[in-house]
């Protein structure tokens, strides 16, 4: 026969609404009372019926993911970062993505919440509209956005700019004085805030900006990057430095083909990229790049939305964390 509470309460001295309370983590219990019954609960293997106990308090206990490309290494290590946190809690994490969907993220939120499917939502994106931001506002469903700096619902972000700022100064201090910046068009407000920290450190040290030296990529990818490397050999003069806050795969595009074309890394071209994901180490010459916390964004959003749903957090929560600057061998 199945474990019951009456059964655990015997065991643990205390009453069966005691033990209640201590499985669905309410306040009031001491903590010696909440160890004693889980760790009974646990000798005689009992588990909560996820089913009844969403019929009593009209949850589901399950947490959405939305992500615009799941393909995306930025997004993959965020979700690690949800997933290694998430085995303590009890919760099911159900992952969207939104590529080649006709659902936008905030059509899809706005369907998942009203059908009751989730307590609450994670939104892993930087290209979302303030308009968009505001139906995951509107919703009575805690919300939150990683990513993007916003102020109007829970976010989590990094200071881009004080990261920009740093990868500038490096290249800087290092002796370049044409710098060529790759932005991309489709990662929004943290790419105004890259952009901004690039001409801000060189304003700081009296170095001209040039309109020229500004390269904009569509996407993200390896391809990417050689299409950049031809645009700055045919720039005059040429850079002798290339800082790119579209990312660091752009960067390694940018590296390979330089090698393709004999051009030594760093010697004529120092490259410097931005996330500092894994491939960023495994590259030759391995990329000097500015490093997202990128584990530490998703461990922060599913505490936060946990501690939302259980009401034990209130209020608008907006949570900076810095960037750190990773010097290897490219520049």
Not at 142 to 150: D, E
Not at 252 to 274: C, N, S
């Amino acid at each position: 026969m199945p474990v019951t509470l009456k059964d655990i309460a015997k065991r643990a001295g205390v009453t069966s609404a005691t033990v209640s309370m201590v499985i669905n983590n309410k306040p009031n219990i001491s903590e010696e009372t909440r160890k004693r019954v889980m760790k009974i609960a646990k000798e005689l293997n009992y588990y909560p019926n996820v089913i009844a106990r969403g019929l009593a308090t009209r949850r589901s206990n399950a947490i959405g993911v939305i992500v615009p490309n799941l393909a995306s290494s930025f997004v993959v290590r965020v979700l690690q970062g949800i997933k290694s946190t998430n085995r303590d809690l009890d919760y099911t994490v159900l992952l969207f993505d939104t590529v080649g969907q006709r659902e936008s993220e905030s059509q899809l939120f706005q369907r998942l919440s009203r059908e009751r499917r989730i307590d609450g939502v994670i939104l892993i994106s930087s290209t979302v509209t303030d308009d968009e931001l505001n139906i995951f506002r509107d919703e009575s469903v805690p919300s939150m956005v990683v990513a993007r700096k916003c102020t109007t619902l829970d976010c989590v972000y990094v200071n881009n700019e004080q990261g920009a700022r740093d990868a500038a100064d490096y290249l800087i201090g290092k002796g370049h004085s044409v710098i060529a910046c790759v932005g991309s068009a489709k990662l929004g407000l943290p790419m105004e805030e890259r952009l901004a920290g690039y001409r801000a450190s060189l304003a700081a040290h009296g170095v001209p900006f040039r309109q020229e030296l500004m390269i904009t990529v569509d996407d993200d990818g390896m391809a990417d990057g050689v299409a950049v490397f031809e645009k700055i050999r045919a720039l005059q003069p040429a850079p002798t430095a290339v800082f790119v806050p579209a990312g660091d795969m752009v960067a390694i595009g940018i590296i390979k083909e330089a090698k393709k074309q004999e051009r030594r890394v760093p010697q004529d071209l120092a490259i410097v990229g931005y996330d500092d994901l894994p491939a960023a180490e495994v590259i030759e010459p391995s990329l000097t790049t500015v490093r997202q916390p990128k584990l530490e964004m998703g461990d922060y959003a599913i505490n936060m939305i946990v501690d939302k749903i259980e009401g034990r957090e209130s209020g608008l929560k907006q949570k900076e964390l810095p960037t750190k600057f990773i010097i290897r061998e490219s520049a």
